[in-house]
Every structure is written in C-alpha cells, then in structure tokens.
C-alpha cells in the first residue's frame, strides 16, 4: 500500500481511498481530498513535514501524519 507521504517532489498520485476515522478522515475530505482525485506533490519542507500540494486546481499544506492515510497509486 502506497500512502501520500511516500509520494516524492514533483510526482502525481491518484487517491484510491482514505483510511481513519472520525474527524480527521472527514477534515482530509473536505479539504478536497477524495477518492479518485489526482494529487501533485508540489513540495517536501526540509525536515520532511509539512508537504505542499496541489489537489483541484488549489495548493494545500498537510502534515506528513495526515497524509499517511491517503491510500494512492
């Protein structure tokens, strides 16, 4: 199982499903971030948390945590 915080810099993914629970499953999804929404990783901070994004044609930022239940191929 690949995860978005595995994905690198400058690499695309597509979600096939977003794992956890509760608010943070429901936080990640309304951010945009849905099954079959392709995802750019735009950037990578240094120390490796945060990532930026681009999901929909916007830039997000999400935590390395947060990305880990984001299931893509």
Excluded at 21 to 26: D, K, Q, S
Excluded at 51 to 71: C, N, P, Q
Aim: aromatic share 2%; charged share 25%; glycine share 10%.
């Amino acid at each position: 199982m690949n995860t978005l915080n595995q994905v690198k810099a400058g690499n695309a993914a597509t979600v096939v499903k977003i794992h956890g629970e509760g608010a943070l499953r429901r936080r990640v999804m309304d951010m945009g971030i849905t099954k079959g929404v392709e995802v750019l990783v735009r950037k990578v901070a240094p120390l490796g948390d945060p990532m930026e994004v681009t999901v929909r044609g916007y830039e997000l930022t999400i935590r390395k945590h947060d990305a880990k239940i984001i299931e893509v191929q």
